[in-house]
């Protein structure tokens, strides 16, 4: 039996015994109604007695003992103590846990910033203070867009697409940098992590300016070598025994030139964030020369077909699309054998205009597919070296290509051939509503 039950059946015990005693009472001295209504009356006052001192104890718990009732109110008494210390075990370990979380936050050396649903500020560590200028008490409840009112921030925040940080000069110090990322959790609730970046940016720009520093010297010496070579390539009085390594140190000459080329303008592209310029460009003029020059080249592909489905023209960077369509046709001519076949197609409609190269190549395998735009990334890199690539041609095009709000696609199979597709943003084409209904 529990003590529960067993406490029960005393009571009840206990009650039956005192209505028998009260009509024993009844039946011994008359009138047996008044004697058990009596011992019920004391009964009932006994209870309520009990009930006053469960609830007085109940108001005062923190000062005074529990009072000792035994059976069933005893039971209660003992629960409500459980419950209680229960009670106080959970409050003092969450109490703990936030304890330690503060502490953890404030040691963080990134700064954490909790945004309600509306993006109002509803806590901050020390750091996100410090980074942000943010004063505590007064900055709660503000929006955090209020607060941070950098363009880049707010574009950030439009977006709601928060898989990567958003970089910013950070307003205490304007040569400071931030990286700042938006993490949602919970119902609508957002945390904004706040770190300083500054040392990895000004790193990044010197790396930058040097590689561009340094291709920007070696262009004037490797202009000389290269002329030199091509004059004593030319020179009939050479004897015949140096021509073939003056042949080939022309073409290493070159490869270099390339090579430095590529890096000034991979450099160039990397240096603005901007978005390009709107220059009207004449995509169709342009690939029908470039058909022309690949046309012209002493080893390319029998076909070399242009397809111009629109006459749409960009806007944007005349360089900056000369080179994107220029790396991806030479790729496509340099990567298939002289019995394939290389298509070109430009075509425009509502939602904008696609660039793309078609060949019958040597493909390339899925593995490799995810990593060609890299830098200096190749999948062969004997049969790149050999054909004069300097291995930055795809990462001009997809940086270009960005700065035009353009994507590249791209489709191979190895052995089959690869498709190149790069698409522009309809709000990047001349009059492309005239051009949707000429189509
Ligand atoms: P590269 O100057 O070496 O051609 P890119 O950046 O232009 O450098 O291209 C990177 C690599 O991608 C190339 O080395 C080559 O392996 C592969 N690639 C690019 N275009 C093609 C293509 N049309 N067909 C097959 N492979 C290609």
């Not at 069933?72 to 969450?94: E, N, S, T």
Request: hydrophobic share 40%.
């Amino acid at each position: 039996m529990t003590p529960s039950a067993a406490a029960w059946s005393y009571a009840l015990a206990r009650l039956a015994a005192l209505f028998a005693l009260a009509t024993l009472g009844g039946l011994v001295f008359g009138n047996i109604s008044v004697w058990i209504v009596a011992t019920l009356a004391g009964y009932l006052a006994l209870q309520i007695t009990y009930l006053y001192r469960l609830q007085r104890w109940l108001r005062l718990r923190r000062t005074t003992d529990p009072p000792d009732l035994g059976g069933v109110w005893g039971d209660v008494v003992a629960l409500v103590i459980r419950i209680y210390r229960r009670k106080q075990f959970h409050k003092r370990r969450i109490v703990q846990l936030f304890r330690e979380f503060r502490r953890m936050t404030t040691a963080m050396p990134d700064g954490v910033i909790v945004l309600s649903a509306e993006r109002d500020i509803m806590w901050f560590n020390r750091p996100a203070g410090q980074l942000l200028g943010l004063r505590r008490k007064i900055d709660f409840g503000q929006r955090i867009h209020n607060l941070l009112r950098q363009p880049d921030f707010v574009r950030y925040l439009e977006a709601e697409d928060y898989s990567s940080p958003v970089i910013l000069r950070a307003p205490q110090a304007p040569d400071a940098f931030l990286s700042v990322r938006v993490v949602s959790y919970g119902a609508g609730q957002q945390l904004l992590l706040v770190r300083d970046v500054t040392r990895q940016i000004r790193l990044e720009a010197m790396r930058k300016d040097f590689v561009a520093n340094a291709s920007h010297e070696l262009r004037s010496p490797l202009t000389v070598i290269s002329g030199y070579l091509d004059t004593m390539v030319d020179d009939p009085s050479l004897e015949e025994s140096w021509g073939h390594p003056l042949r080939e140190m022309r073409r290493q000459a070159e490869r270099m030139r390339t090579l430095v080329n590529d890096l000034l303008e991979l450099s160039r592209l990397e240096a603005s964030d901007d978005e390009a310029p709107e220059d009207v460009v004449d995509v169709p003029g342009m690939l029908a020369l470039m058909r022309r020059e690949v046309l012209a080249l002493d080893r390319h592909p029998r076909k070399v077909e242009l397809d111009l489905d629109s006459d749409a023209q960009i806007l944007g960077s005349e360089a900056e699309l000369h080179s994107v369509f220029w790396n991806l046709i030479s790729n496509a001519v340099k990567y298939t054998p002289a019995e394939g076949r290389v298509s070109i197609r430009w075509e425009a409609d509502g939602n904008g205009a696609r660039f793309a190269v078609e060949d019958s190549g040597i493909g390339i395998a899925a593995e490799h597919l995810p990593r060609i735009t890299e830098r200096f990334y190749r999948v062969d890199p004997g049969r790149a070296r050999k054909t004069g690539g300097s291995g930055l041609g795809l990462s001009i095009v997809k940086h270009a290509l960005t700065r035009h709000g353009g994507v590249l696609e791209v489709e191979s199979e190895e052995g089959q051939g690869s498709t190149f597709t790069c698409h522009f943003p309809a709000k990047r084409l001349v009059r492309p509503e005239r051009r949707v209904a000429a189509d």
